[in-house]
């Protein structure tokens, strides 16, 4: 496959930071809390004026992800619950009519832009407020709305959302979810992929629709398991194309801010993934959901620090990389004619690898020998993962 210049960027960037947030995360209990706890819309829709985020400061957000190694973020513009976190012409279901009054996407683009990080916005195609997103599908149906409304009529506000945001904040791509809620409905998908490649024609398109990826689609998107694996609830297509690949993850369970929710992954957990993603030939989009005042919880601000001192030490071995495999306990990655023997599990001592004679040294302390295609560790380094370089 040949890939054009903003797919050979995506892939060369390898690690990204995900953001969830909007009035959901008043409620602390993660985005889906609207469906899970069957909140009318009646009762939903005042959290907006509730929505004051005092410290929402973008540019403090873009630095910590910046110290963490990210290339880019990607942003929830609109969320299943149908509210908008930028100036939308098309609804005032949005985040400039509540106390906070900013337009947040335009302002994180600023932030980005001042950074050099790049930003990609998440738009969900499943709606559970706007009265013409029937018939329902599989979720949505506690919002107490009335029986109705005109398909056509939501596509043609969904799509002139998705070119807004095209045409007013020029995101380098777009990321899709919630097609899977009406898997059968006409989405009028190529017109949608058509509109944003006209508008920018550099633009990376992705849908989270766990399916073979669509024919005007730029990257393929895996949710919480590595690339082939179908994952638990989510049954991602276990089909990997060609195109350039993503797999997104939380740090605990969450995607929206969960109080309650302190299963976070450790530093090593998290750095693993990387490592294996990136011997898959996969970026990492990692999430974090704010608090409802603008501010990042701690336990995930920290683990993305040591990232990203991790990355400042290692980097080499993922940035601009590409996959070669993953194996049980170790990962591959190569840069022209130079690789990387990532070291995932600690384990064995003895690890049969995939070359013979090669001229290898360790970018961590440890001591080894290499005789015959087998690995020889005499001594671990203190590193979460040992790294050998071939040249
Ligand atoms: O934005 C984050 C999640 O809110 C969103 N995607 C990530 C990036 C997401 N929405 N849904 N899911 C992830 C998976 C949900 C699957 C299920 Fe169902 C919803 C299982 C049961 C209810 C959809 C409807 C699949 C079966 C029925």
């Known amino acids: 496959m040949k890939y054009t210049p903003s797919q050979l960027w995506f892939m060369d960037a390898k690690f990204g930071i995900f953001i969830h947030w909007g009035i959901y995360s008043l409620l602390k209990r993660g985005e889906w809390v609207m469906h899970n706890e069957k909140i009318p819309i009646s009762k939903y829709e005042p959290l907006k004026d509730m929505f004051e985020a005092s410290l929402f400061e973008p540019q403090e957000w873009v630095e910590l992800f910046k110290d963490a190694g990210a290339r880019y973020v990607t942003f929830t513009s609109k969320h299943h619950d149908g509210f908008c976190m930028y100036d939308s012409a098309l609804t005032e279901y949005k985040v400039t009519n509540t106390p906070l009054g900013r337009d947040v996407v335009g302002e994180l683009r600023d932030a980005c832009n001042d950074e050099g990080l790049k930003l990609f916005l998440y738009y969900s195609q499943l709606d559970w407020h706007h009265p013409d997103y029937y018939p329902l599908g599989r979720t949505g149906q506690y919002a107490g709305r009335v029986e109705g409304g005109d398909w056509e009529r939501y596509l043609e506000y969904y799509i002139g959302q998705v070119r807004e945001l095209a045409v007013n904040y020029k995101p380098v791509g777009f990321w899709f979810d919630g097609m899977w809620d009406k898997p059968d409905a006409d989405w009028k998908l190529h017109d949608l992929y058509q509109m944003i490649h006209s508008i920018l024609p550099n633009a990376l398109i992705g849908n989270n629709h ?121 990962s591959v990655t190569r840069r022209d004619e130079v690789q990387y023997l ?29 005789s015959n295609s087998v690995l020889y560790i005499s001594e671990w380094s203190k590193e979460p993962i040992e790294i050998l370089k071939l040249e």
């Not at 990997?240 to 450790?266: A, M, R």
Request: some cysteine; charged content about 25%; glycine content about 8%.
């Open 210 to 330: 766990h399916r073979k990826p669509y024919p005007g689609e730029d990257f393929q998107i895996f949710e919480q398991s590595l690339p082939g694996e179908e994952g638990g609830v989510i049954k991602n297509t276990t089909y990997i194309s060609d195109l350039p690949l993503e797999t997104c993850l939380t740090i605990n369970n969450s995607w929206g801010y969960n109080e309650q929710d302190h299963q976070h992954k450790s530093v090593e957990k998290l750095l693993e993934y990387l490592v294996k993603t990136a011997g898959m030939n996969s970026n990492l989009l990692l999430n974090v959901g704010p608090r409802p005042d603008g501010t990042i919880q701690k336990e995930h601000a920290t683990r993305l620090i040591r990232i990203g001192e991790w990355l400042r030490k290692y980097g080499e071995a993922i940035y601009r990389t590409r996959g070669v495999s993953v194996e049980e306990n170790y």
């Open 342 to 370: 990532m070291i995932t599990t600690k384990e064995s001592n003895v690890l049969k690898v995939p070359f013979k004679y090669a001229r290898l040294h360790s970018l961590t302390p440890l001591k080894f020998e290499l």
